[in-house]
């Protein structure tokens, strides 16, 4: 239980500082409850259903909440009966719940804890993270319990993780780095795309490439030829941004501004699948893919390095070493090219950016997009 304490425990901690002014209905259940539910759902996950483990979301909403009258497209589908709220029970009821469309509702009010019913949800939740739209349907803007395989649990704002659960540890998400650190600082320099569209775009990028599960590397930098003596482009394709600024008039609608935005961002996200980085520069136009980094040509083979955690302090405990080829390669081409920015996303989607400051290559851990 010592392990799922402490899960619970950075849950408020981390919830409370997202979200300080939750209403009612968003708020978390008391820490002693939400305990005993996560220790529920840690079993759930490990027993196998026809061949298959579950990945299933819980929320804690009454069903007859005045706060879910605001999504349109979520119906709340209450049991006759309500379900015990054990692990036998909710193992028989997973492999009816779509982690990406519903949330089971579990009143805790009093025990025995009792599964209500499924609030289902059709979604559009995808276009509005990537700001592909800017309206539209997400998950109900809800804490859950996202299960999601053996040892693996997940606390999520509608479908947005901010803390995970993983075989006994935690691990935490931050999604200000590209708007409030020293990688959203470096990113804004020498740029002339204004940032909301620069977001947009980084946004969607980032979404679709950590869904391919190839894992991939984009590389920001100032220009093309500040990094062309770093790395040996296999394929140069250089083209510029759709939207620069001497075509920035008023022929251009907001429609087709997002259509042509989305298409270019859904073409680099794609290259990222290919073996190399993609390399783009800070006005968002593309110098080409498959590059790889010619560390030869580099005098730092190791860089000095620091590590930031969730909380903004360094941790210490992460090394040079302890990263693969990939890591490596983009804290190398980040110590070497002056303004550069490199974002690595692993197989599992996990996100890395770094760039240096005051001659350290500074890594922020673990990016997750915004939450709101």
């Known amino acids: 239980m010592g392990g799922i304490t402490f899960f619970v425990d950075a849950i408020y901690d981390v919830y409370n500082k997202a979200v300080p002014n939750a ?3 968003q708020k978390l259940p008391e820490r002693e409850v939400l305990d005993e539910v996560c220790q529920i759902l840690l079993n759930v996950g490990c027993l196998r259903e026809e061949g298959r483990f579950p990945s299933f979301r819980v929320c804690f909403i009454p069903p007859e909440s005045k706060f879910l009258d605001a999504y349109i497209y979520a119906h709340v589908l209450l049991f006759n009966k309500p379900v015990g709220f054990n692990t036998r029970e909710i193992h028989k009821l997973a492999p009816a719940l779509n982690a990406d469309m519903s949330y089971l ?3 805790t009010s009093k025990r ?4 209500t019913g499924i609030l289902a949800a059709y979604t559009t ?6 700001r592909e739209l800017t309206s539209g349907n ?6 859950n319990i996202l299960v999601n395989g053996p040892g693996e649990l997940g ?5 947005i993780p901010f803390v995970n659960y993983h075989a006994g540890s935690c691990v935490f998400f931050r999604t200000d780095t590209f708007t409030s650190t020293l990688i959203a600082d470096q990113l804004r320099e020498g740029t ?6 620069r977001l947009r775009l980084l946004y969607r990028i980032l979404w679709h490439a950590g869904n391919y599960g190839h894992g991939g590397t984009v590389l920001i930098v100032p220009s093309g030829e500040s990094c062309a003596e770093y790395i040996d482009m296999k394929y140069p394709l250089p083209g510029r941004y759709l939207f620069e600024k001497e075509n920035r008039s008023g022929k251009h609608s907001e429609m087709m501004v997002e259509k042509e935005t989305v298409t270019y961002a859904d073409l680099i996200a794609k290259f990222t699948s290919v073996d190399g980085s993609v390399v783009l520069t800070k006005d968002l136009d593309l110098v080409g893919f498959g590059a790889e980094t010619l560390v030869d040509k580099m005098e730092n083979k190791q860089p000095d390095m620091k590590f930031i955690g969730y909380n903004d302090s360094e941790d210490s405990t992460k090394l040079f070493k302890d990263y693969g080829m990939r890591h490596r390669a983009g804290y190398r081409f980040c110590d070497t090219v002056e303004g550069s920015v490199a974002i690595i996303i692993s197989q599992d989607g996990v996100i890395q ?3 240096k400051h005051d001659g350290k290559v500074v890594v922020y851990d673990n990016v997750a997009l915004p939450m709101f």
Do not use: Q, S
């Not at 997400?138 to 804490?143: A, E, F, K, V």
């Open 105 to 107: 509702i579990v009143d």
């Open 23 to 25: 209403e009612e209905d």
């Open 125 to 130: 939740w995808e276009r509005i993270m990537t």
């Open 112 to 115: 025995p804890f009792m599964a």
């Open 192 to 197: 002339t795309v204004p940032e909301k569209e």
């Open 138 to 143: 997400r998950m109900p803007r809800i804490p």
């Open 353 to 355: 950016a770094c760039t």
């Open 155 to 159: 606390a999520c704002f509608g479908e």
